[in-house]
């Protein structure tokens, strides 16, 4: 039996196994094809998400550059026409909404961000459009960067600041709930600056796994991230005040620079939240207020009907304006931490990148002959139906949705389909990344100069090289580097790599067993 873990971002999947966090694959011509395949088919695009005809974005808007990828699409930057004003415009791939569903989350996402419209620190829509191929949504452009990159730059930091940034998102949390929406996906990458000179600028962006509720209602599906994640939520029975245990990581990463529950594997870290213990005894927590662990504590009850509402938290004398948050700066430590639980991962992203791309087709033979078996037309990529064809024969009795998770956990270059190289990332099994060959491969990638280390510049030319910005290298290498020789030696680039998974973030997250039907 294989358990694989399925990480889901935004409304999907990635299929991937314990901390294979990162590894991406990349086809050339995928996308064409498969642009040229959608010409002569009916799929998905020809139906209207938005229930009517729009005007086109295109007499309306100037397209630009891209800003950032998603796993429905891209968000590019963009240029009204008419008055000159940019904006982002997040362009959702049709193909990609194979289900009844998909096409709900897309317009519930649209709703809510209309019914949110108005609240200073939740990012405005601007509009929605659609063509045959996209869903493009148009909202106010956050160019200001992520909540923690600010805090890394701004240097001096206090409990008074981090009591400012929490006061702003569980103001969003008390905005949402108001309304009757649960956000249900908070997490410090999901606010950005508009401004970054001013932190009071701060936005909630990201509304895809946000929902509609009423009092009293109970939801069963697992949705999140595991360092943010309530309880409740693995426990399948959840209401709006999961929003306030998630927020309440947040306070305690703003604090100390890491997450409280914490663990080598992603199931140790959920065996941890649900434990609920929270460590108030290591550094730098005897130099932090009582008032800022009562809080803290308050947050991250574990019986969700004792926890703090939102509006509970705004009133808290740490939390209020002219509170008793202390303006003192805190140990430099936690300023440090932040800038590794960013760029860590990024590094070990690389890492198992490289090593994923140097399996040997021995190696992955048998992956190879179940992926030739699903593709019925050799085409070289695997559709929806030849997945759940290709599964039934192997004995699965998955149902559809859990099909289309597994479809769009393998499609990590979001196509709408899985080719060769995305099938062998999903499936194949983690102690073959973890053999010596392959950490010296991956060991050799960043040592350009064949020295026997890793300095700082080849890091530099590995980010650049793999497209990677704002990793903040010098504080990875003091990190890794355990003989505090300024450079990473092979020894402590596999202690690195030995860790587990290191400061990733996922949208959402579960574990899936296909007993008896996987590749062992």
């Given at each position: 039996m294989i358990t694989y873990h399925v990480l889901l971002t935004s409304r999907t999947i990635?299929?991937?196994?314990?901390?294979?966090?990162?590894?991406?694959?990349?086809?050339?011509?995928?996308?064409?094809?498969?642009e040229d395949r959608m010409k002569h088919s009916g799929g998905n695009q020809a139906c209207f998400v938005l229930g009517q005809k729009t005007p086109s974005i295109r007499d309306l808007y100037s397209l630009g550059h891209k800003l950032g990828q998603g796993q429905f699409g891209t968000t590019y930057m963009c240029r009204e026409i008419s008055t000159g004003r940019e904006y982002a415009c997040k362009s959702i791939t049709k193909r990609k909404l194979i289900t009844k569903e998909d096409v709900e989350?897309?317009?519930?996402?649209?709703?809510?961000?209309?019914?949110?419209?108005?609240?200073?620190?939740?990012?405005?829509?601007k509009g929605a459009?659609?063509?045959?191929?996209?869903?493009h949504i148009v909202m106010e452009l956050c160019s200001g960067g992520e909540l923690f990159d600010r805090i890394i730059q701004r240097g001096h930091y206090s409990e008074r600041k981090a009591a400012e940034l929490i006061k702003i998102i569980v103001g969003v949390v008390e905005a949402c709930?108001?309304?009757?929406?649960?956000?249900?996906?908070?997490?410090?990458?999901?606010?950005?600056?508009?401004?970054?000179?001013d932190d009071f600028s701060?936005?909630?962006?990201?509304?895809?796994?946000?929902?509609?509720?009423?009092?009293?209602?109970?939801f069963e599906d697992v949705v999140g991230s595991p360092y943010y994640v309530a309880p409740e939520v693995l426990l399948k029975h959840y209401g709006p005040e999961a929003d306030v245990w998630t927020a309440g990581v947040i306070l305690y990463i703003l604090v100390s620079g890491v997450p409280p529950f914490w663990a080598e594997t992603q199931q140790g870290i959920f065996d941890a939240v649900l434990k609920g213990h929270?460590?108030?005894d290591s550094d730098p927590w005897p130099l932090i207020s009582d008032s800022a662990k009562d809080l803290i504590r308050s947050m991250l009850c574990s019986r969700p009907s004792e926890r703090l509402t939102a509006h509970q938290v705004l009133r808290h004398p740490w939390i209020c304006e002219n509170g008793v948050a202390p303006d003192r700066a805190l140990d430099p430590a936690v300023l440090s931490r932040l800038k590794q639980f960013s760029a860590m991962n990024k590094l070990k992203q690389m890492a198992l990148r490289v090593i994923a791309e140097s399996l040997s087709e021995e190696e992955i033979a048998g992956l190879k002959e179940m992926f030739k078996a699903m593709d019925t037309d050799n085409s070289g990529a695997i559709t929806f139906d030849e997945l759940k064809a290709g599964l039934r024969r192997y004995g699965s009795t998955l149902k559809d949705t859990e099909i289309r998770d597994l479809m769009e956990a393998a499609d990590i270059d979001k196509s709408g389909t899985i080719d060769y190289g995305?099938?062998?990332?999903?499936?194949?099994?983690?102690?073959?990344?973890?053999?010596?060959?392959?950490?010296?491969?991956?060991?050799?990638?960043?040592?350009?100069?064949?020295?026997?280390?890793?300095?700082?510049?080849?890091?530099?030319?590995?980010?650049?090289e793999q497209g990677m910005s704002d990793v903040f290298l010098e504080d990875v290498i003091k990190e890794v580097d355990q003989d505090n020789d300024g450079r990473i030696d092979y020894g402590e680039f596999v202690a690195m790599m030995q860790k587990g998974i290191v400061g990733r973030t996922?949208?959402?997250?579960?574990?899936?067993?296909?007993?008896?039907n996987a590749i062992s």
């Open positions: 990635f299929l991937k196994h314990e901390s294979l966090s990162g590894i991406c694959f990349r086809t050339e011509h995928k996308e064409r094809e498969r989350d897309v317009r519930r996402e649209i709703q809510i961000m209309h019914h949110l419209a108005g609240y200073k620190n939740i990012v405005t829509i459009y659609e063509d045959p191929l996209y869903v709930h108001s309304l009757g929406v649960m956000h249900r996906d908070l997490k410090p990458e999901n606010f950005l600056l508009v401004n970054k000179d701060l936005k909630a962006i990201d509304f895809g796994l946000s929902v509609f509720f009423k009092p009293g209602q109970i929270i460590d108030f995305e099938f062998i990332a999903a499936t194949i099994h983690l102690n073959k990344l973890e053999r010596e060959e392959h950490l010296l491969s991956a060991f050799r990638y960043f040592d350009k100069d064949g020295s026997g280390y890793i300095t700082i510049d080849e890091l530099q030319q590995a980010c650049a996922m949208r959402k997250s579960i574990n899936m067993s296909l007993r008896n």
